[in-house]
Nanobody, 125 residues
Framework: VQLQASGGGLGQAGGSLRLSCAASGRTFSQYAMGWFRQAPGKEREFVAA????????YYLESVKGRFTISRDNAKNTVYLQMNSLKPEDTAAYYC???????????????????WGQGTLVTVSS
């Protein structure tokens, strides 16, 4: 599976951006997916995760109520809708995936097998 992240850019505090992660391969619908981010000088951190069907999600506490992870298995794509952006959301954002049981999602980077390249999000105050 190859993952291609896109949608990053410059946003304003209080604004919105939507990230996309397109996956190659026929078994995307059997993959749990996640988003991580890494700010300059900081370690990569978990942001959001979603199971196969999209009915189970989990979020970093600081993005709950602002970010929404979703997926369209027909398009082999997972999304991260980011609303009410804050300057502290500035980071390179990475999508990740792994084959998983239908009800599973994962919050640790080491649990994922496939990674997309980062897409940079910069939020100005």
């Amino acid at each position: 599976v190859q993952l291609q992240a896109s949608g990053g850019g410059l946003g304003q505090a209080g604004g919105s951006l939507r990230l996309s992660c397109a996956a190659s391969g026929r078994t995307f619908s059997q993959y749990a997916m996640g988003w991580f981010r890494q700010a300059p000088g900081k370690e990569r951190e978990f942001v959001a995760a979603i199971n196969w069907s999209g009915d189970s999600t989990y979020y970093l506490e600081s993005v709950k109520g602002r970010f929404t992870i979703s997926r369209d298995n027909a398009k082999n794509t997972v999304y991260l809708q980011m609303n009410s952006l804050k300057p502290e959301d500035t980071a390179a954002y990475y999508c990740a995936g792994r084959r998983a049981p239908s009800d599973a999602y994962y919050v640790n980077a080491y649990e994922y097998d496939y990674w997309g390249q980062g897409t940079l999000v910069t939020v100005s105050s």
